[in-house]
Protein backbone atom coordinates (compact mmCIF):
# COMPACT_ATOMS: atom_id res chain seq x y z
CA UNK A 1 0.00 0.00 0.00
CA UNK A 2 1.56 3.45 -1.04
CA UNK A 3 2.01 5.59 2.32
CA UNK A 4 1.85 3.16 4.59
CA UNK A 5 4.28 4.35 6.91
CA UNK A 6 2.84 8.21 6.79
CA UNK A 7 -0.85 8.26 8.67
CA UNK A 8 -1.95 10.87 7.25
CA UNK A 9 -0.71 10.44 3.17
CA UNK A 10 -2.20 6.93 4.37
CA UNK A 11 -5.67 7.77 5.57
CA UNK A 12 -5.77 10.63 2.55
CA UNK A 13 -5.01 7.94 0.07
CA UNK A 14 -7.81 5.53 1.26
CA UNK A 15 -9.97 8.66 0.96
CA UNK A 16 -9.39 9.45 -2.55
CA UNK A 17 -9.83 5.57 -3.44
CA UNK A 18 -13.77 6.56 -2.40
CA UNK A 19 -13.65 9.73 -3.92
CA UNK A 20 -15.78 10.58 -6.91
CA UNK A 21 -14.21 13.38 -8.95
CA UNK A 22 -17.72 14.71 -9.92
CA UNK A 23 -18.75 14.89 -5.92
CA UNK A 24 -15.99 15.37 -3.61
CA UNK A 25 -18.18 16.20 -0.86
CA UNK A 26 -16.93 15.88 2.90
CA UNK A 27 -18.53 15.96 5.71
CA UNK A 28 -16.95 17.74 8.88
CA UNK A 29 -16.52 14.64 10.30
CA UNK A 30 -14.56 13.21 7.29
CA UNK A 31 -12.33 16.39 7.36
CA UNK A 32 -11.62 15.77 10.98
CA UNK A 33 -10.59 12.19 10.18
CA UNK A 34 -7.95 13.87 7.66
CA UNK A 35 -6.64 16.65 10.61
CA UNK A 36 -6.44 14.16 13.22
CA UNK A 37 -3.88 12.23 11.20
CA UNK A 38 -1.67 15.24 11.11
CA UNK A 39 -2.39 14.93 14.91
CA UNK A 40 -4.98 17.92 14.82
CA UNK A 41 -7.37 15.71 17.09
CA UNK A 42 -9.74 19.11 18.27
CA UNK A 43 -10.01 21.45 15.20
CA UNK A 44 -12.68 23.87 15.96
CA UNK A 45 -16.58 22.82 14.50
CA UNK A 46 -16.40 26.63 12.90
CA UNK A 47 -13.35 25.74 10.76
CA UNK A 48 -14.94 22.06 10.25
CA UNK A 49 -18.42 23.35 9.45
CA UNK A 50 -16.56 25.96 6.41
CA UNK A 51 -14.73 23.67 5.02
CA UNK A 52 -17.01 20.83 4.47
CA UNK A 53 -19.07 23.76 2.75
CA UNK A 54 -16.33 24.63 0.55
CA UNK A 55 -16.15 20.65 -0.02
CA UNK A 56 -19.46 20.63 -1.93
CA UNK A 57 -20.40 21.41 -5.49
CA UNK A 58 -22.90 18.65 -5.82
CA UNK A 59 -25.98 20.58 -8.10
CA UNK A 60 -23.89 23.12 -9.42
CA UNK A 61 -23.29 23.92 -13.30
CA UNK A 62 -19.30 23.41 -12.95
CA UNK A 63 -16.72 23.10 -15.24
CA UNK A 64 -14.62 22.85 -12.44
CA UNK A 65 -13.33 19.57 -11.49
CA UNK A 66 -12.69 20.48 -7.89
CA UNK A 67 -14.08 21.87 -4.76
CA UNK A 68 -12.45 24.61 -3.58
CA UNK A 69 -11.43 21.76 -0.32
CA UNK A 70 -10.00 19.29 -2.81
CA UNK A 71 -8.29 22.05 -4.62
CA UNK A 72 -6.52 22.34 -0.77
CA UNK A 73 -5.84 19.03 -0.72
CA UNK A 74 -3.81 18.63 -3.88
CA UNK A 75 -1.98 21.56 -2.73
CA UNK A 76 -0.85 19.65 0.18
CA UNK A 77 0.07 16.67 -1.95
CA UNK A 78 2.41 19.41 -4.61
CA UNK A 79 3.89 20.19 -0.90
CA UNK A 80 4.95 16.87 0.08
CA UNK A 81 7.29 16.85 -2.88
CA UNK A 82 8.68 20.00 -2.39
CA UNK A 83 9.90 19.65 0.90
CA UNK A 84 12.63 17.18 0.37
CA UNK A 85 15.93 19.31 1.01
CA UNK A 86 14.13 20.36 4.35
CA UNK A 87 14.91 19.06 7.56
CA UNK A 88 11.82 18.43 9.55
CA UNK A 89 10.64 15.92 12.07
CA UNK A 90 6.83 14.43 11.47
CA UNK A 91 5.09 16.75 13.68
CA UNK A 92 6.59 20.23 11.56
CA UNK A 93 5.70 18.53 7.93
CA UNK A 94 2.28 17.99 9.44
CA UNK A 95 2.37 21.90 10.57
CA UNK A 96 2.52 22.12 6.92
CA UNK A 97 0.33 20.03 5.47
CA UNK A 98 -2.51 21.65 8.07
CA UNK A 99 -1.39 24.82 6.40
CA UNK A 100 -2.51 24.27 2.97
CA UNK A 101 -5.55 22.16 4.35
CA UNK A 102 -6.93 25.56 5.81
CA UNK A 103 -5.63 28.06 3.28
CA UNK A 104 -8.96 28.63 1.68
CA UNK A 105 -11.05 28.37 4.48
CA UNK A 106 -11.94 32.14 3.74
CA UNK A 107 -13.54 31.45 0.64
CA UNK A 108 -16.42 30.95 3.01
CA UNK A 109 -16.35 34.39 3.75
CA UNK A 110 -15.62 36.63 6.44
CA UNK A 111 -15.61 35.66 10.48
CA UNK A 112 -19.10 36.90 11.39
CA UNK A 113 -21.01 35.11 7.93
CA UNK A 114 -23.85 33.10 9.26
CA UNK A 115 -23.95 29.79 8.02
CA UNK A 116 -26.42 30.68 5.35
CA UNK A 117 -24.14 34.10 4.38
CA UNK A 118 -21.34 31.63 4.28
CA UNK A 119 -22.96 29.07 2.06
CA UNK A 120 -24.00 32.15 -0.45
CA UNK A 121 -19.76 33.10 -0.62
CA UNK A 122 -19.02 29.19 -1.69
CA UNK A 123 -21.73 29.81 -4.21
CA UNK A 124 -20.06 32.41 -5.43
CA UNK A 125 -16.40 31.29 -4.84
CA UNK A 126 -17.64 27.96 -6.78
CA UNK A 127 -19.27 30.01 -10.34
CA UNK A 128 -16.87 29.62 -13.53
CA UNK A 129 -16.26 32.84 -15.43
CA UNK A 130 -14.55 31.03 -18.87
CA UNK A 131 -14.33 33.64 -21.10
CA UNK A 132 -11.91 35.90 -21.59
CA UNK A 133 -14.24 39.39 -21.75
CA UNK A 134 -17.82 40.14 -21.31
CA UNK A 135 -19.53 42.91 -22.82
CA UNK A 136 -21.93 44.87 -20.26
CA UNK A 137 -23.57 48.23 -20.55
CA UNK A 138 -21.58 48.47 -24.00
CA UNK A 139 -18.48 47.79 -22.21
CA UNK A 140 -15.85 44.92 -22.60
CA UNK A 141 -14.86 43.93 -19.50
CA UNK A 142 -12.90 41.13 -17.32
CA UNK A 143 -14.37 38.99 -14.96
CA UNK A 144 -11.83 40.71 -12.24
CA UNK A 145 -14.10 43.59 -13.34
CA UNK A 146 -17.40 42.29 -13.22
CA UNK A 147 -18.82 43.89 -9.71
CA UNK A 148 -21.04 41.37 -8.14
CA UNK A 149 -24.38 42.45 -9.25
CA UNK A 150 -22.87 42.41 -13.08
CA UNK A 151 -21.69 38.43 -12.03
CA UNK A 152 -24.59 37.03 -10.57
CA UNK A 153 -26.40 38.43 -13.77
CA UNK A 154 -24.27 37.03 -16.02
CA UNK A 155 -24.85 33.84 -14.23
CA UNK A 156 -28.40 33.78 -14.39
CA UNK A 157 -28.76 34.86 -18.13
CA UNK A 158 -26.34 31.79 -18.51
CA UNK A 159 -28.84 29.59 -16.80
CA UNK A 160 -26.30 28.90 -13.51
CA UNK A 161 -28.53 30.73 -11.52
CA UNK A 162 -32.14 31.44 -10.79
CA UNK A 163 -33.11 35.05 -10.27
CA UNK A 164 -34.04 34.35 -6.82
CA UNK A 165 -31.33 32.21 -5.64
CA UNK A 166 -28.59 35.45 -7.59
CA UNK A 167 -30.87 37.84 -5.54
CA UNK A 168 -30.42 36.17 -1.92
CA UNK A 169 -26.82 35.38 -2.79
CA UNK A 170 -26.30 39.01 -3.21
CA UNK A 171 -28.10 40.24 -0.14
CA UNK A 172 -26.30 37.46 2.23
CA UNK A 173 -23.00 38.82 0.95
CA UNK A 174 -24.03 42.68 1.52
CA UNK A 175 -25.39 41.43 4.94
CA UNK A 176 -22.25 39.54 5.93
CA UNK A 177 -20.25 42.44 4.59
CA UNK A 178 -21.81 44.68 7.32
CA UNK A 179 -21.14 42.35 10.15
CA UNK A 180 -17.46 42.75 10.17
CA UNK A 181 -15.62 43.79 12.67
CA UNK A 182 -11.83 44.01 11.09
CA UNK A 183 -12.06 46.90 8.71
CA UNK A 184 -10.27 46.91 5.66
CA UNK A 185 -10.36 48.66 2.20
CA UNK A 186 -9.65 44.88 0.95
CA UNK A 187 -12.68 43.30 2.38
CA UNK A 188 -14.97 45.95 1.95
CA UNK A 189 -18.25 44.52 0.15
CA UNK A 190 -21.35 46.08 -1.04
CA UNK A 191 -23.70 44.85 -4.48
CA UNK A 192 -20.98 47.00 -6.81
CA UNK A 193 -17.49 45.37 -5.40
CA UNK A 194 -15.35 43.97 -8.13
CA UNK A 195 -15.12 40.43 -8.35
CA UNK A 196 -11.51 40.78 -8.57
CA UNK A 197 -11.45 42.54 -5.30
CA UNK A 198 -14.04 39.94 -3.91
CA UNK A 199 -11.74 36.94 -4.89
CA UNK A 200 -8.48 38.70 -3.38
CA UNK A 201 -10.63 39.17 0.09
CA UNK A 202 -10.58 35.46 1.04
CA UNK A 203 -6.99 35.24 2.49
CA UNK A 204 -7.82 38.60 4.66
CA UNK A 205 -10.98 36.09 6.00
CA UNK A 206 -8.81 33.29 6.06
CA UNK A 207 -6.56 35.00 8.52
CA UNK A 208 -9.60 36.39 10.95
CA UNK A 209 -11.36 32.88 10.87
CA UNK A 210 -8.07 31.04 11.90
CA UNK A 211 -6.94 33.57 14.38
CA UNK A 212 -10.35 33.78 15.54
CA UNK A 213 -10.44 29.81 15.80
CA UNK A 214 -7.03 29.62 18.28
CA UNK A 215 -5.19 28.05 15.32
CA UNK A 216 -0.97 28.85 15.80
CA UNK A 217 -0.09 32.05 14.48
CA UNK A 218 3.05 30.70 12.56
CA UNK A 219 0.28 28.42 10.56
CA UNK A 220 -1.99 31.05 10.37
CA UNK A 221 0.97 33.57 8.82
CA UNK A 222 1.99 30.32 6.46
CA UNK A 223 -2.00 29.34 5.66
CA UNK A 224 -2.89 33.62 5.19
CA UNK A 225 0.42 34.32 2.91
CA UNK A 226 -0.28 32.49 0.02
CA UNK A 227 -1.49 35.46 -2.22
CA UNK A 228 1.80 37.66 -0.94
CA UNK A 229 3.36 37.70 -4.50
CA UNK A 230 -0.04 39.61 -5.30
CA UNK A 231 0.43 41.94 -2.71
CA UNK A 232 -2.18 40.45 0.06
CA UNK A 233 -0.57 39.96 3.33
CA UNK A 234 -3.28 40.35 6.25
CA UNK A 235 -0.76 38.82 8.78
CA UNK A 236 2.21 41.30 7.62
CA UNK A 237 4.92 38.49 7.26
CA UNK A 238 6.41 41.20 5.03
CA UNK A 239 7.61 39.49 1.34
CA UNK A 240 10.63 41.72 1.90
CA UNK A 241 11.55 40.50 5.13
CA UNK A 242 14.36 37.83 4.03
CA UNK A 243 17.69 37.56 6.37
CA UNK A 244 20.58 38.02 3.73
CA UNK A 245 22.40 35.48 5.33
CA UNK A 246 19.26 32.30 4.49
CA UNK A 247 19.07 33.67 0.73
CA UNK A 248 18.09 29.92 -0.44
CA UNK A 249 15.73 28.00 0.46
CA UNK A 250 17.79 25.23 2.21
CA UNK A 251 19.27 27.88 4.48
CA UNK A 252 15.89 30.27 4.89
CA UNK A 253 13.86 30.26 8.08
CA UNK A 254 11.22 27.00 8.35
CA UNK A 255 7.96 29.16 7.98
CA UNK A 256 9.37 31.04 5.65
CA UNK A 257 10.12 28.45 3.47
CA UNK A 258 6.81 27.27 4.24
CA UNK A 259 5.49 30.28 2.58
CA UNK A 260 7.65 30.37 -0.44
CA UNK A 261 6.30 27.08 -0.85
CA UNK A 262 2.42 27.26 -0.67
CA UNK A 263 2.32 30.61 -2.73
CA UNK A 264 4.36 28.30 -5.75
CA UNK A 265 1.83 25.53 -5.11
CA UNK A 266 -1.19 27.62 -4.77
CA UNK A 267 -0.43 29.72 -8.06
CA UNK A 268 0.66 25.88 -9.82
CA UNK A 269 -2.56 24.40 -8.99
CA UNK A 270 -4.54 27.17 -10.26
CA UNK A 271 -2.75 27.23 -14.10
CA UNK A 272 -2.00 24.00 -14.35
CA UNK A 273 -4.73 21.45 -12.63
CA UNK A 274 -7.50 24.63 -12.45
CA UNK A 275 -6.66 25.92 -15.22
CA UNK A 276 -5.89 24.81 -18.96
CA UNK A 277 -2.09 25.24 -18.79
CA UNK A 278 0.40 22.72 -19.37
CA UNK A 279 3.65 21.94 -17.40
CA UNK A 280 5.62 23.64 -19.22
CA UNK A 281 3.89 26.99 -19.84
CA UNK A 282 2.48 27.09 -15.74
CA UNK A 283 6.80 26.71 -14.82
CA UNK A 284 7.49 30.16 -17.68
CA UNK A 285 3.98 31.75 -16.28
CA UNK A 286 5.63 30.97 -12.74
CA UNK A 287 8.81 32.37 -13.40
CA UNK A 288 7.74 35.52 -15.26
CA UNK A 289 5.63 36.55 -12.52
CA UNK A 290 8.18 36.00 -10.18
CA UNK A 291 10.78 37.82 -12.36
CA UNK A 292 8.12 40.46 -12.30
CA UNK A 293 6.41 41.04 -8.69
CA UNK A 294 9.74 40.94 -7.30
CA UNK A 295 12.60 42.45 -9.73
CA UNK A 296 13.76 45.08 -6.82
CA UNK A 297 14.05 41.87 -4.30
CA UNK A 298 16.67 39.71 -5.76
CA UNK A 299 17.26 37.97 -2.36
CA UNK A 300 13.37 37.19 -1.99
CA UNK A 301 12.73 36.25 -6.19
CA UNK A 302 15.86 33.65 -5.72
CA UNK A 303 14.22 32.13 -2.83
CA UNK A 304 10.45 31.92 -5.35
CA UNK A 305 12.55 31.01 -8.44
CA UNK A 306 14.11 28.56 -6.40
CA UNK A 307 10.82 27.12 -5.54
CA UNK A 308 9.78 27.01 -9.37
CA UNK A 309 12.48 24.94 -9.96
CA UNK A 310 11.77 21.92 -7.62
CA UNK A 311 8.28 22.09 -9.22
CA UNK A 312 9.29 21.54 -12.64
CA UNK A 313 11.62 18.52 -11.36
CA UNK A 314 8.25 16.97 -10.40
CA UNK A 315 6.57 17.19 -13.76
CA UNK A 316 6.18 13.22 -13.89
CA UNK A 317 4.45 12.64 -10.36
CA UNK A 318 2.33 15.52 -11.54
CA UNK A 319 1.49 14.53 -14.95
CA UNK A 320 0.48 10.88 -13.06
CA UNK A 321 -1.95 12.75 -10.61
CA UNK A 322 -3.54 14.61 -14.04
CA UNK A 323 -3.81 11.04 -15.65
CA UNK A 324 -5.88 9.51 -12.28
CA UNK A 325 -8.32 12.12 -11.91
CA UNK A 326 -9.24 12.36 -16.08
Known amino acids: MPFENDMFMHNLYEQKLKRDF ?23 QTILNRLSKLSNIEGLN ?13 ISEIIDNLVEDIEMDESEMNELRFACLVHDVGK ?18 NLDFNQIIY ?9 QELTLQQ ?46 LLW ?14 GVDNRVVEVAASHHMIDGHDPARVGIENVDPQMASLE ?11 LVIADKYQAFRIR ?10 ILRSLVEERLSDQEKVKQLYLAAVGELDKHKDIFEQELELKN
Not at 68 to 73: C, E, N, S
Not at 135 to 143: A, C, I, L, Q, R
Open 22 to 44: HNDKRSPEQIQELFGALGYENVS
Open 62 to 74: LQKRNSHFQDAVE
Open 108 to 125: SGPAEATPEEQQAFVDVF
Open 135 to 143: TVNNHEVTP
Open 151 to 196: ALQIKVDEGDLTEERADEILTRIVSAGKKQQEKRFETKIGKKIRMG
Open 200 to 213: SAHVYWSYDILRDQ
Open 251 to 261: LADKYQAFRVR
Open 275 to 284: GTKTHEQTIE
